[in-house]
């Protein structure tokens, strides 16, 4: 069993993903090698690029394979990423105010991430991945949640 994927990390990568691009090249096919089974089942159709396939895959970290975890926890873990989110972040005690982020993006969540347990940033990781494909509405509020993690 791999190493639980906090919500700090994930807060790290995505913060981190809007900013700085993708992981190394290593890293990317890395993860692209030991997650391809769950890419294909739950990230198909996520586009590639600026850490959506990490998001998705984080999003549904309760059903990952155990190859696939130890990479995304990598991915998450980059050093690269630490001082771009708050010390609440680092902490783990990032909050997601995924009430309003239901409310908001309900019709892309019922689209996109009828199967991601909501909780931990999960939500938010799930309409990150899908960002090319959400409403205009709903992506700016998760872009601003996002800012808000800085």
């Keep these: 069993m791999g190493k639980k994927i906090t919500s700090a990390m994930f807060a790290m990568a995505l913060a ?5 691009g993708n992981s190394s090249p ?11 089974p769950d890419i294909a089942s739950l990230c198909k159709g996520v586009r590639e690029g600026r850490g959506r396939i990490s ?36 902490s ?3 909050r997601v105010d995924e009430a309003k982020l239901k409310q908001v993006c309900a019709s892309d969540i019922r689209t996109h991430c009828r199967s991601v ?19 205009t509405t709903c ?11 800085r």
């Excluded at 509020?141 to 996002?146: F, G």
């Design 16 to 20: 981190g993903a809007t900013t700085t």
């Design 139 to 149: 992506r700016s509020e998760a872009r601003a949640m996002i800012e808000d993690m």
């Design 117 to 135: 347990a909501p909780g931990k940033g999960r939500l938010l990781a799930c309409i990150y991945a899908w960002s090319n494909n959400v409403s």
């Design 92 to 94: 783990g005690t990032v």
């Design 55 to 90: 998001a998705c895959l984080f999003a549904h970290g309760n059903r990952i394979s155990p190859a696939c975890k130890p990479e995304v926890t990598k991915v998450a873990k980059r050093m690269a990423f630490e001082p771009k989110v708050p010390a609440g972040a680092r």
């Design 26 to 36: 290593a890293q990317a096919s890395s993860l692209m090698t030991a997650c391809s």
